[in-house]
């Protein structure tokens, strides 16, 4: 059994990359999650694509000790990586190896050695950037006579993280814009009669908000109190955004207890069961 305790065990991980390191670090991160107070302390080496560049990475590994992941293509390079690493009596990870294995099995397929190939200037990197653009451009309320024009519009009142998850749902390529719902301002006639997009209503609950509301004042030096966090008025903000979504039939989202990874993911859903009218919990 392994004993609990309150304090965090820090560790060093250097990571890697022939490439941007994007990929390497979201999964060493999502690895590191799993484990109960443990701190990565990260290093990382991207771009790394001469035996220069790594003798420099294997020089810092070596003055801190730790786990070194990596997903280098170059066979040169990955051998000089881990005979290093080895040499240091560090353990070496290549982080794509066990699904590059696997799907070239199933597939049948060579593999291919160009480095980066992911971030090629290809349609699919083009199409994300023009919804990053159109997310920018139809952000609370904007361009709202081209909302036709969008994949997914979110609506909810101040604060329900709306502008953030269009941009991480614009970097998947989503056309996605946002329309704040603000007391006593009606809606307008061009959202509720939206067929081409899928309308999503974000939600939360009344305390997590008014929180998050406060943190936002707080970070703006502002203190006075307003509606704008009266716990009444905060309530009544909530149900009447609710009554909208119930009336249009729109799909709903609570994020009270969501990361924006999250929201936009049940977004994502959404957009591919295409379902008219659903409630997804927190």
């Known amino acids: 059994m392994i004993p609990s305790s309150r304090y965090a065990t820090y560790f060093h991980v250097h990571l890697v990359s022939d490439s941007t390191g994007e990929t390497l670090n979201a999964m060493a991160r999502a690895v590191c999650a799993r484990f109960e107070n443990v701190l990565p302390i990260e290093h990382y080496y991207a771009l790394v694509r001469s035996p220069r560049q790594l003798e420099r990475a294997l020089a810092d590994i070596e003055e801190a000790p730790g786990v070194v992941m990596h997903t280098i293509v170059d066979d040169t390079l990955r ?94 390529g989503i056309r996605a814009a946002n329309f704040p719902l603000v007391p006593g301002r009606p809606v307008p006639e061009a959202l509720t009669r939206l067929s081409s997009a899928l309308v999503v209503g974000l939600t939360v609950s009344p305390d997590r908000l008014i929180q998050i509301r406060r943190n936002r004042l707080l970070s703006l030096k502002e ?51 295409n379902r008219p009218a659903a409630e997804v919990s927190p």
């Not at 051998?79 to 590059?100: H, K, N, S, Y």
């Not at 979110?154 to 604060?159: K, Q, T």
């Not at 966090?229 to 207890?257: F, K, S």
Request: hydrophobic letters at 40%; one cysteine or more.
């Open 79 to 172: 051998t000089a990586l881990e005979e290093g690493c080895r040499r240091l009596d560090m353990p070496c990870i290549a982080a794509l190896d066990p699904l590059v294995s696997a799907l070239s099995r199933y597939l049948g397929a060579a593999l291919t050695r160009r480095v980066g190939a992911q971030h090629a200037l290809d349609t699919d990197y083009f199409n994300r950037m023009d919804a990053l653009n159109y997310a920018i451009g139809h952000d609370d309320g904007q361009g709202g006579q081209e909302l036709d024009q969008a994949d997914v519009v979110l609506v909810g009142v101040s604060r329900t993280s709306k502008t953030p998850t269009c941009i991480y749902l614009a970097h998947r």
């Open 223 to 273: 203190s006075r109190d307003t509606a704008y966090t009266d716990i009444e008025a905060v309530r009544e903000e909530v149900v009447q955004a609710r009554r909208l979504y119930e009336r249009q039939g729109w799909p709903v989202i609570d994020v009270t207890r969501r990361s924006v990874e999250e929201t936009a993911a049940a977004v994502l859903n959404l957009l591919q069961s």
